[in-house]
């Protein structure tokens, strides 16, 4: 899959895309701190000395200094943040466009006047068109997908981690469940992990619910829940795959909430300690990728398998030879409210296990009301395993699968807990 990218061929025009993105991060928050009216006063004072506060490099300090917008925008700089700049220095809009064509305002408010800059000698050449949609060579090499993991999130597993009560007679059985794990992770340390979660009203509050969220930062932190944050290490991400997949997955018409900064909360620190241990640092980068199952409506078990295989051709479309693993988390059957709370489901549990490993397809067409009414209302976290099984090369007949490892055990706090390992057998 060749992702198209020939907006970049338009003349005289920067397209603001995720790559983009990342190269301007600082510089666009930078420009958006600009709303307030205390730092434009500091901002105006001394613009050096306020830029020095920002991790900004060189390029994008000189670029500013010299009021040269072309090379803002070159450097990453979005045209909507830099007018937040261009207002605190008194800077009108049509000022800020003449320069960058090499007009005066006056110059370009006459243009304007006169009907604009025409289309004619502003579009496209055909012929490097016609060469840009020509069949690329594939890449020699490429990421894959190498495996899946499932596996519960339980807040409490990581508080019984936190406090070594893993031998305690409560939790030894849940920590058993992963001796196999540990030791499979060992063996098989991916570059990157893909990791499916929930945010539990951590990262996002009701003030923003997206539906999916896909982590293209460099690094997050994580979060204070309420008890103090996990004493665990932040992610390191790989932001030049995530801005890839971001671009194949909105190209195939999913719509993604792409996020630079958040922090991030058990649902993915607790399903890494499980797999890695107690370690100083993650032995391989994570992309988050959060889904959201709080707030009706929730995606479909069917919309989630169709995005894991579209993310299956994303990866694969990657033109570096990463070892890349798809961890689905959440789940299973357990309902924390309401007269129904505690509720657990052993028989549909295990009948979702057994569908996931050999029915995936027609397990993704259970709908909502069926995970609400069987696996209780928290239990609707399984749709987002769908997503690590839709990515496995059974799924479209060009690969197989290999279970390696299947855990069952009821209770972890209020929750029963699953998991499962599946090698991804490619051809």
Known sequence: MSLDKTYRLVPGTTIFDSEQSAKGYHLNQFCMSLMQAENRARFVADQRAYLDEWPLREEQKQALLDRDLNAAIAEGGNIYFLAKWGAALGLSFQQMAGSMTGMTEEQYRDMMVGGGRS???????????????????????????????????????????????????????????????????????????????????????????????????????????????????????????????????????????????????????????????????????????????????????????????????????????????????????HQLQGPRAGLINREWDNAFLDRLIADPAGLAQVPHLDYVENAGSEGIELVMWLIARGAMGDVDGSGEVEVRHRFYHVPASNTAVGHLILDNRNP
């Open 119 to 333: 289309i004619d000698g502003n579009r496209l050449d055909h012929a490097v068109l016609e060469a840009a949609y020509a069949d690329p060579e594939p890449p020699a090499e490429h990421a894959v997908i190498t495996g899946a993991v499932f596996t519960s999130h339980v807040p409490a597993i990581g508080a019984a981690l936190d406090h070594g009560k893993t031998e305690e007679p409560y939790w030894k059985p849940v920590f058993e469940g992963y001796e196999y794990s540990k030791q499979w992770i060992a063996d098989n340390v991916p570059d990157v992990v893909f990791l499916v979660y929930n945010d539990h009203a951590t990262a996002f509050d009701a003030s923003i619910i997206p539906t999916f969220v896909l982590g293209t930062g460099a690094s997050y932190p994580t979060a204070d829940e309420g008890y103090g944050p996990r004493p665990v290490p932040g992610i390191e991400s790989d932001p030049d795959l995530a801005a890839h997949i971001a671009h194949a997955l909105i190209q195939d018409d999913f719509d993604l909430t792409l996020v630079n900064d958040m922090v991030v909360d058990h649902g993915l620190t607790v399903p890494l300690s499980l797999m890695f241990g107690d370690v100083e640092k993650w032995p391989c980068k994570v992309i988050p990728f959060h889904v959201n199952v709080v707030q009706y409506p929730v995606p479909s078990g069917a919309r989630c398998f169709k995005l894991g295989q579209a993310l299956r051709k994303a990866v694969e479309s990657y033109g570096k030879p990463l070892n890349v693993q798809i961890w689905g988390t959440g789940g299973m059957s």
